[in-house]
């Protein structure tokens, strides 16, 4: 990102120009003074030069500009967060990955509304006024597609130029507020024998997915809410379902309906797509959980360490199943792993810092990371996937990841130089 | 979920067959429960995180009770049972001009061309696909209704009759080599079609834990 010049102005200019209209009496008062003089070019001394002013909206900083990473401008099309441009946990809504089947849906929050039938005592229609009205959470937690990682899983062709962005940005967390669903199943009383629902999306694609009633008793939300502010469009303004844990398509947006069934419903998406191909000439289905993963952010493609000694390796690990209860990192290529520190405090189903420092010698090596969740699960290897899954898999691949530091600092993805 | 049959074995094959039954099979159990009760076993109870205070309502009733009409305007999936397919039907001849005005553009003129996807294949496959298209991956046929109803044409969703809807599905089904040439769709013989990898499909094994990786 080049960074934006603004016309220079020598100081001694300014002054003359400045006492110029003040000693012709134009500024007739403090405030009329400031808006003269307040800057918005980078002065070369900020200490000499009064600053801009408030402003109704915040912005970033104008060399720092993190940006989605698209995929082909089309209605279904997806973005990925710039996870080695971000610090702590929380991703800034405006860098929330995208997944849309059929665009973003300008839907206005008055007009909303979500209708809740099928196996229930009363099928209600709620507005959005109606949904803020019930008691209200607020919750952190990732939302990953279960799509990311795709291309660093071929057994033929592993990429070595590929960024953290590009390979596991269809992940991000958010503090997520909204009502539990269960509270407003409750409203409507669902009926014995009922064990899935459908939800159904307000979208061009009205995209649809089964989900399991248990699940969606147990912790899933109607959220509205995303860090603080009303959700996003490209999150599902006005709501969304919220589904802990679980493969983010299922998190249907712009949530318009849900149907209370005893059955899954098998729509496209979770048959045609979102299944897994085991190698064994079985598929599997809803498979929506999301296991543990963690990925190192730093260093990673294109990084160049400029010079040896210590540096802090750092990245994300992440489990569906509850919390991260540890992170082990290799700088010997996996001959030797260490606990990484866990930057807390460490939440279920959200993502967690990890950091491990480290004292570059300059020479050539493969770092790792895997993680561990506190079901007991250990972040499998690829070959370990490869072996239960076969090769044809395209979701879940929640493998070790590796980055490979040249003798020369440079770092470039390592798994090709593993397998 | 009401269990797969997973006893027939796929075979490419052709079942035509008046569904009354099964169709029947699918309306919600009468057996209606205290409204205030939890129907799973697993649910948020009281004592969860998530649980509403103990001096919560049984109801609040923010919202508006939806009336039949209301619920009939909205409630347009479709499942594999046929639950929820509309009146009407349509030919492989008829389909085949809704597909020439209305498909062909993204879908090629045999379904195999793109740009978008591959609406043809029916190659088979033994260990694993190598393509996924409704001929050699998709288990159920009613999917083709439900799916093409709600988003398809892209540009346009929505502007086919529930006539033409059939009619490109026995369209793309013939191009499959699932049904013949003269295969007529509707809410009796669409989910009476068996499609080849129905039986394929398994349902998830993963617990977590540290047990072997599945």
Not at chain 1, 49 to 56: K, T
Not at chain 1, 224 to 232: L, P, V
């Amino acid at each position: 990102m080049p960074r934006k010049e603004g016309p220079k102005i020598s100081r001694r200019a300014w002054i003359t120009t400045t006492s110029g209209v003040i000693a012709a009496g134009l500024v007739r008062s403090q405030s009329d003074a400031i808006k003269l003089v307040a800057q918005e070019v980078p002065a070369a001394d900020p200490t000499k030069v009064p600053g801009r002013l408030v402003s109704e909206l915040g912005r970033r900083a104008s060399a720092e500009q993190p940006k989605r990473l698209l995929r082909a401008q089309e209605l279904s099309s997806s973005s990925r967060t710039p996870l080695a441009d971000l610090m702590g946990t929380i991703t800034p809504s405006d860098l929330h990955f995208e997944r849309h089947h059929g665009g973003i849906p300008d839907i206005k929050f008055e007009d909303h509304e979500l209708l809740v039938h099928g196996m229930v005592d009363r099928p209600m229609v709620f507005k959005m006024s109606d949904l803020m009205r019930y008691p209200q959470v607020s919750k952190v937690y990732f939302l990953e597609c279960s799509g990311n990682g795709g291309g660093v899983y071929s057994q033929t062709r592993m990429p070595t130029e590929v960024t953290v962005q590009a390979m596991d940005g269809l992940l991000s967390t958010s503090e997520w507020t909204g009502v539990p669903v269960s509270t407003i199943l409750r409203e409507v009383g669902v009926r014995r024998g009922a064990s899935w629902i459908l939800a159904e999306g307000g979208d061009a694609a009205v995209l649809s997915r089964s989900v399991p009633l248990d699940k969606v008793m147990d912790d899933s939300l109607l959220a509205y809410g995303q860090n603080g502010e009303r959700i996003r469009p490209e999150q599902g303004y006005p709501v969304r379902l919220f589904l802990p844990g679980y493969e983010g398509n299922a998190n249907v947006k712009w949530l318009r309906r849900i149907e209370v069934t005893d059955r899954p419903t098998h729509t496209r998406e979770e048959t045609s797509k979102y299944t897994d191909p085991l190698g064994d000439g079985t598929i599997r289905q809803f498979s929506l959980m999301m296991d543990a993963k963690s990925v190192i952010t730093f260093p990673s493609y294109p990084y160049v360490l400029p010079e040896r000694g210590w540096w802090e390796i750092q990245g994300l690990a992440w489990s569906g199943r509850g919390r991260i209860s540890k992170v082990e990192v290799s700088t010997d290529a996996g001959r030797s792993w260490v606990e990484a520190a866990l930057q807390g405090p460490v939440l279920p189903k959200s993502t967690v810092r990890f950091r491990h420092l480290f004292e570059w010698r300059g020479r050539e090596t493969i770092i790792l990371s895997r993680a561990t969740d506190e079901t007991g699960y250990v972040q499998p290897t690829v070959q370990q996937l490869w072996e239960a899954r076969g090769p044809a898999t395209s979701y879940h691949q929640n493998h070790q990841r590796a980055w490979k530091i040249a003798a020369g600092g440079e770092v470039t993805f390592g798994l090709g130089d593993m397998v | 979920m009401r269990p797969v049959d997973r006893s027939n074995r796929g075979s490419a094959l052709v079942v035509v067959a008046a569904l009354a039954a099964l169709l029947s099979a699918c309306d919600p159990s009468p057996g209606a429960f205290s409204g205030a009760a939890r129907a799973t076993e697993g649910g948020a109870g009281s004592g969860s995180a998530e649980g509403l205070p103990a001096h919560a309502p049984a109801r609040f009733a923010f919202g508006a009770e939806a009336s039949d009409a209301r619920v009939a305007m909205w409630d347009i999936d479709v499942r594999p049972d046929g639950d929820g397919l509309p009146q009407g039907s349509g030919s492989v001849q008829q389909g085949r001009d809704v597909y020439m005005v209305h498909c062909i553009a993204c879908h090629g003129p045999t379904g195999t061309e793109g740009p978008n996807d591959r609406l043809v294949d029916n190659s088979p496959w033994d260990a694993y696909p190598t393509s996924r298209a409704i001929g050699n991956y998709w288990p159920y046929a009613t999917t083709l209704y439900d799916y093409i109803r709600k988003a398809m044409p892209q540009l346009t969703p929505g502007v086919l009759n529930a006539d033409q809807v059939y009619g490109v599905i026995a369209y793309i089904l013939y191009l499959n080599e699932i049904v013949p040439e003269d295969a007529v769709m509707s809410a009796q013989t669409l989910p009476a079609v068996v499609m080849p990898m129905r039986d394929r499909f398994v349902d998830d094994d993963r617990t977590g834990g540290p047990g072997p990786v599945r």
